[in-house]
């Protein structure tokens, strides 16, 4: 059983950075692939960027939404047990509650994972 706790979310005006962190215990974190997603009030969950580990190596593999790309960039400290999603240049509709999400195969959709941390709150002004 893996438990996830994001933290770092907060209020930023629009064209700042904001860093997420989430922490990961109680599995062995290396293994899993991780991924953030997000959800607005009244919209649907969304993906927003995931990282995983190759199988056959230390390459991780990186994908991103289009709508973050450029701005957004995960990473992972398997020694810390700690993915990160620094967000910058920071717009109104990156608004959401953002979650931390963790699986064995990966993907851009929410089922793909099977532990969810609690969600950190992002809110950006114009």
């Known amino acids: 059983q893996v438990q996830l706790v994001e933290s770092g979310g907060g209020l930023g005006q629009a064209g700042a950075s904001l860093s997420l962190s989430c922490v990961a215990s109680g599995g062995t974190f290396s293994s899993y692939s991780v991924g953030w997603f997000r959800q607005a009030p009244g919209k649907e969950r969304e993906f927003v960027a995931s990282i995983r580990r190759s199988m056959r190596g230390n390459i991780s593999y990186i994908s991103y939404a289009d709508s973050v790309k450029g701005r957004f960039t995960i990473s992972r400290d398997n020694a810390k047990n700690t993915v990160y999603l620094q967000m910058n240049s920071l717009k109104p509709e990156d608004t959401a509650v953002y979650y931390c999400?963790?699986?064995?195969?990966?993907?851009?959709?929410?089922?793909?994972?099977?532990?969810w941390g609690q969600g950190t709150q992002v809110t950006v002004s114009s």
């Open positions: 999400a963790a699986g064995l195969s990966p993907g851009a959709r929410g089922d793909q994972y099977d532990y």
